[in-house]
C-alpha cells in the first residue's frame, strides 16, 4: 500500500499525491513566495490572545489600515514613492511601491473591540484579544 | 551616460577587520532592499531598515566606502508561540562605494518610519563647474 490504512477509507486515493504536490511545489518555491507577500508577517499566540507583526517600512500610517472580521486578519495600505526632487539619477531601484493587501485567518475569533495596533520604526505591531465566546470552557466531570 | 558610471553605487563585500562589530553578535545579517540616485551635487540613499532604532544605526563612510548598519529589535511577546515566522529580525549591513566624489563632512540622516534617508553632498571638486565662454 502506497498510503497508511487510516486514510484509504471513504477518501480520495489521489489526495496524498496532490499533498505531496503540493509539498513539493512550497519546496521549490520557497523563499520566491515570502518575497512576494509584502509586508513580511510574524504571528504569535497564546491562550488568550493573537500578536502579529509586520515589517512595512516607509507607509505613511495614514496609509495603513487594519481590519478584523470574526478570525480574519487583514493588513492593507500603500507605500508611496520618496521625493528625490527634480533631474534625480537612479542607480539603484530595490525599494518597491504600491498598494498591498494580506490576509490571515487567526486560530480563534478574536474581539474586534478590544484590538490595539501600533506603527513604530516602520512596523507594526497588532494585539488581538481572543473573544469571550471563543475561549475553551473545561466542563467538570462528576463522579458518582 | 550619467547612469552607467561605474565607480558610483557599486556594491562591495566589506573585510571583516573594519567592520568587526556584528561579528560579535548571533544574529543573521540581512542586506537590505536600497535605493540609490544622483543629483547634480549630492547622492541620496535611501534603506529599508524596519524595526531599527535611530540609536541603533551605525553610518560610516571611509575612503569612499559608506557602509550602512542597523540593528532590529528583536524582542519578541512573552509567553507566546510562534504561529507562523514570516520574518527573523537581524542585523542589516549593506556597503557601498561612492568613490572620491562623496563628502564625509556633508552627510545628513534621517530615520522615519523605518526607512533610512541618507542625503551625502559632492565635494566641491566633483561638481560640474560652468566655465564662462567669452566671445570677441
Known sequence: MFWPESRMFGMDPFAELRRLQREMNRLFEGYGEAECAWPAINLWSNRDEVVVSAEAPGVDPKDLKVTVQNDIFTIEGERKPEDLGENAVTHRAEREFGRFSRSIRLPYEVDNSKVTARYRNGVLTVTLPRSEVSKPKQIAVATE | ?136
Open chain 2, 1 to 136: 551616460m550619467k547612469e552607467n558610471k561605474q565607480e558610483t553605487a557599486v556594491e562591495t563585500k566589506k573585510p571583516a577587520e573594519t567592520s568587526a562589530v556584528e561579528l560579535t553578535r548571533d544574529q543573521p545579517v540581512f542586506a537590505p532592499a536600497t535605493d540609490i540616485a544622483e543629483r547634480e551635487d549630492s547622492f541620496v540613499i535611501l534603506c529599508d531598515l524596519p524595526g531599527v532604532d535611530e540609536k541603533h544605526v551605525d553610518i560610516t563612510l571611509e575612503e569612499g566606502v559608506l557602509t550602512i548598519l542597523g540593528y532590529q529589535d528583536t524582542a519578541t511577546p512573552a509567553d507566546h508561540e510562534w504561529l507562523y515566522r514570516g520574518y527573523t529580525p537581524g542585523v542589516f549591513r549593506r556597503a557601498f562605494t561612492l568613490g572620491s566624489e562623496a563628502d564625509p563632512n556633508k552627510i545628513r540622516a534621517k530615520l522615519a518610519h523605518g526607512v533610512l534617508r541618507l542625503e551625502i553632498g559632492k565635494s566641491e571638486k566633483a561638481q560640474p563647474r560652468k566655465i564662462p565662454v567669452q566671445t570677441e
